[in-house]
């Protein structure tokens, strides 16, 4: 009896399997899940790096830049204002005319041209400090001028009030504006910071991936190659120990699935393996007891027909114990046939083969069995079609299996009943030819409970039956390399008796 594996260990494809996926499919997928997370996670690191560095480095970039420029001017007006409040300190050393615009200019071009300074301090605060530093510095250049024809202008005099005065609003400005940039900077810290911990969550989420990843390849891996070997194992070690029933369930049709219907066929080759050596050695215990039994009762059976014989030849003619001795001799006759027969059955076959024209030996079963059927007042249908003009088989062996079943039909049918014999060829199904042999009889047929023994040596289901023709037949056959099979005749509705040998050369 077949049964599948127990223990519900799992089975050999399921999660993200095909029916018709093979393994190096499923680890390449695997592989390309794995590959691809490791990927997105090394990305997106990458990118977080990346992104937190062009984020802080661009603004404090920016800030440093526009604090420095911002820092030189308020410098530059400081240090030019010193320089001129000197001048009128002391009128009587050397002055020399400060280059204030081309001090300011270039700075504010420079400023002008940031976009991150108008963008972090304002269009409008912007504008205002470019209106005052150009302010400042037509009164930086009055009162340059002032102090250069005055030789020295008291502390009091409104043109130093008014550049003092321009002074301290520029410089008020550019602190004020150098304050809102420094909380910028405080506020790009923070923004860097929340993103830090934005990208820390992102990656975290892909190792997370990564791993979860991991743990399916695990479970597939598990799934896929560990189940599949655990229950090879435990195949061979059932087989091993002789549990030549055990069947391994098929649900993949990947390798291991494919090993697996190996093992099962292996194992069906070994019990029918088996099968054949104990049929043939029982075959050889019951050809042996045979071989005694006959060598037994043949000597005194020949002396039984001599004595017959000797005996029938003293009698006249018209002696009534002349038909009793044709009766032992016949008897003797039917005897000896029968033990050549249990003696065919019961021997290894030694085929001869050779050519043989195919309508002979359908002519021969027809004429050797057309009185029997006229006996039983039994239609004896004989057809062909297409048939090869020889075949390659052993002539002696193949008509006595052919006779087996021939006479086995015309047996098993009713008086006035019908017997076919039908002969045909056909297209193999793996190439090539084949002759099939069918013989249909209208009798009972074979109860499907004892179809699979009718080929059995000495099992039989007729009173007088010896159980002998059949299992020849089903020995001749097999030895020709051929099948046999019994269904049910679809016309006559007796048995059905299929032979089919394989033609060479097509």
């Known amino acids: ?19 018709a996926l093979k393994l190096l499919h499923r680890f390449a997928v695997l592989l390309a899940l794995i590959g691809l997370s490791v990927l997105l996670s090394l990305g997106f690191a990458a990118w977080s790096v990346q992104t937190i560095s062009q984020e802080v480095s661009s603004a404090y970039s920016d800030l440093t830049f526009v604090l420095e420029q911002l820092d030189r001017i308020k410098q530059t007006f400081e240090h030019d204002l010193a320089a001129i409040h000197a001048a009128n300190a002391a009128p009587e050393d050397a ?3 400060l280059p204030i615009e081309r001090q300011i200019d270039p700075v504010m071009s420079e400023l002008a041209t940031r976009p991150g300074f108008r963008r972090r301090a304002g269009e409008s605060t912007s504008a205002m400090l470019t209106d005052l530093v150009g302010k400042c510095k037509e009164e930086m250049e009055a009162y340059q001028a002032a102090t250069i024809a005055a030789r020295g202008l008291p502390i009091d005099h409104p043109t130093r009030e008014q550049a003092q005065q321009r002074f301290e609003s520029v410089h008020a400005l550019i602190e004020r504006i150098q304050a809102q940039l420094l909380r910028d900077v405080e506020l790009s810290l923070d923004y860097g910071r929340d993103l830090r911990v934005i990208l820390l969550r992102v990656v975290a989420a892909c190792l997370l991936i990564t791993l979860m990843t ?23 070690e059932e087989i091993a120990a002789g549990n030549f029933g055990y069947r391994l369930e098929i649900r993949s049709g990947d390798e291991f699935g494919q090993l697996s219907g190996e093992v099962n066929h292996m194992a069906e080759m070994v019990v029918a393996a088996q099968q054949r050596l104990v049929e043939r050695e029982r075959l050889a215990a019951v050809g042996e007891l045979v071989r005694r039994l006959a060598h037994n009762l043949r000597n005194p059976l ?29 008897a003797v006759d039917r005897f000896e046939r029968w033990l050549s027969d249990l003696l065919h059955s019961t021997s290894p076959l030694s085929l001869k083969p050779q050519s043989v024209r195919t309508d002979e030996l359908i002519r021969s079963l027809e004429a050797s069995h057309a009185p029997m059927a006229r006996g039983k007042k039994i239609r004896l249908e004989i057809e062909t079609s297409g048939l090869p003009e020889r075949l390659e088989v052993d002539p002696v062996q193949m008509e006595h299996a052919l006779v087996a079943l021939l006479s086995n039909a015309i047996e098993a049918a009713p008086e006035g009943g019908v017997v076919r014999f039908r ?14 042999f069918r013989v249909e009889d209208s009798g009972p047929g074979v109860d499907p409970s004892v179809a699979d023994k009718v080929f059995l040596p000495h099992f039989t289901t007729k009173r007088h039956g010896t159980g002998i023709g059949l299992a020849v037949a089903h020995n001749v056959v097999t030895a020709h390399g051929g099948r046999i099979r019994i269904e049910r005749s679809a016309d006559l509705g007796g048995a059905a008796f299929i032979v089919t040998l394989h033609l060479r050369g097509g």
Do not use: C, H, K, Y
């Not at 009896?1 to 029916?19: I, N, S, W, Y």
């Not at 030849?313 to 044709?326: P, T, V, W």
């Not at 056909?426 to 084949?434: D, F, S, V």
């Open 1 to 19: 009896m077949l049964r599948g594996v127990a223990g519900g260990e799992g089975d050999f494809g399921g999660g993200l399997d095909l029916p």
């Open 302 to 330: 020949a002396g039984i027909r001599s004595l017959a014989e000797i005996t029938r030849g003293e009698l006249s003619a018209d002696s009534d114990l002349r038909e009793n001795q044709d009766r032992i001799v016949s």
């Open 214 to 236: 991991g743990v399916l390849a695990l479970i597939l891996v598990r799934r896929w190659v560990l189940l599949p070997i655990a229950q090879l194992r435990r195949a061979t």
């Open 423 to 436: 002969a045909s060829r056909l297209e193999a199904r793996l190439g090539g030819a084949e002759i099939e």
């Open 95 to 97: 002055f020399e005319r």
